[in-house]
């Protein structure tokens, strides 16, 4: 008892709050307020916040927040609560507590030392490094048993980890802010060399037909096709380009495959409600800006190939024959499923870490809480 209560005492130094583990029972107990003949309930009492309180310190208290959860992510957090069970039955929780504080992640033991000495930190900074240092503990547990694809929105950036180290990262291009990239955790499933770009009705409307309607020769240069509603391929000079709106637009444009294709020559899919996909790029000019949210919000990739040779795990014949320079164009897409298993999540932290491990604040460019 001495040791759970000492140990929620200390929760401030690994960046939790021991209000949340009672400690209005914790002080009465050791005030000595509680009778003997309540040995068994405060037993009990005292499991439960044991359990609390390790499942917080190895998990966190919060997962990053996600608009769309289409992974399910088995930590063994069952075989941990054993563990933690076992540690009560032995009096072992200062071993157990010692054990997760030297496992910790390295953003986390560097977030945790930022926090120490954040006397010249905002509040509005103090409370980002409290979120990240939460939301870093449950990645640190995902990327433990799962090799996963990460994308912080606010950073631009892609990390690719195997057995928690990162084997690839790159640049990204993300949504403009009115157009945001969307958060979620899914399945990376299918990648298509040579995909043709389906033109989003949206973007045929707004940003495709004024400009057609100002010369015809856009839509060659383009590189596009444009199918009626009975998706039979029709003639760019038959279509009554003056007469389409975004109200009337009976019509469906596609993007020829090759070199030039704004979806470069690989595309990324994986199941989500938001209609979005990582992929190469046509436009490479822009991964040497510093800020690069310019997408529709789907993610464009700086290192498409390497990524994708990772995901075949060794058996990559088919990405190995695809040359980044090549000028091929008009080739059929070419399906290749990816039968590892390898989430993918794209979240939205203001904090980070650059080359060096250290802490970087981001720019809130799509202005969220």
């Not at 870093?136 to 433990?144: G, N, P, S, T, Y």
Request: net charge positive.
């Amino acid at each position: 008892f001495p040791v759970t209560i000492r140990l929620i005492t200390q929760s401030e130094t690994v960046s939790l709050q021991a209000k949340t583990y009672q400690n209005v029972f914790l002080d009465s107990l050791k005030n000595g307020l509680l009778v003997d003949s309540d040995s068994a309930r405060i037993r009990k009492k005292l499991e439960l916040i044991a359990n609390k309180f390790f499942h917080d310190f190895r998990f966190g208290t919060q997962k990053p927040s996600l608009r769309f959860e289409g992974f399910n992510f088995d930590l063994k957090e069952s075989v941990f609560k054993n563990k933690v069970n076992l540690a009560v039955s032995k009096g072992d929780l200062s071993d157990l507590f010692r054990q997760i504080n030297e496992t910790e992640s390295k953003e986390v033991q560097t977030l945790l030392q930022v926090k120490r000495d954040s006397t010249h930190w905002k509040i509005s900074q103090k409370n980002l490094i409290d979120k990240a240092i939460q939301e870093f503990r449950w990645l640190h547990q995902v990327k433990r048993y799962y090799p996963l694809v990460l994308i912080n929105i606010p950073a631009t950036e892609l990390k690719y980890f195997e057995k928690g180290e990162v084997k690839l990262a790159m640049k990204t291009v993300v949504g403009r802010p009115e157009k945001p990239s969307k958060t979620l955790s899914s399945k990376i499933k299918t990648m298509i060399m040579f995909p043709l770009w389906e033109v989003p009705r949206s973007i045929s409307v707004e940003e495709l037909v004024p400009e057609i309607q100002k010369r015809i020769r856009y839509f060659h240069a383009s590189h596009l096709l444009i199918y009626n509603r009975n998706n039979e391929r029709v003639t760019p000079e038959s279509v009554p380009w003056h007469r389409l709106n975004a109200n009337y637009f009976p019509y469906r444009m596609v993007q020829r495959t090759g070199y030039w294709n704004t979806l470069g020559l690989l595309k990324f899919l994986f199941d989500n409600p938001f209609k979005m996909y990582l992929h190469d790029t046509s436009e490479k000019k822009l991964f040497a800006k510093e800020k690069r949210f310019y997408s529709h919000s789907c993610i464009r990739l700086e290192k498409p190939l390497e990524l994708g040779k990772l995901f075949l795990n060794g058996n990559s014949i088919a990405l190995d024959t695809l040359n980044p320079n090549t000028k091929q164009v008009d080739v059929s897409p070419i399906y290749l499923p990816v039968k590892r298993t390898i989430p993918l999540i794209i979240w939205y932290s203001l904090v980070d870490f650059n080359d060096k491990g250290e802490v970087r604040f981001l720019e809130n460019v799509y202005g969220r809480e």
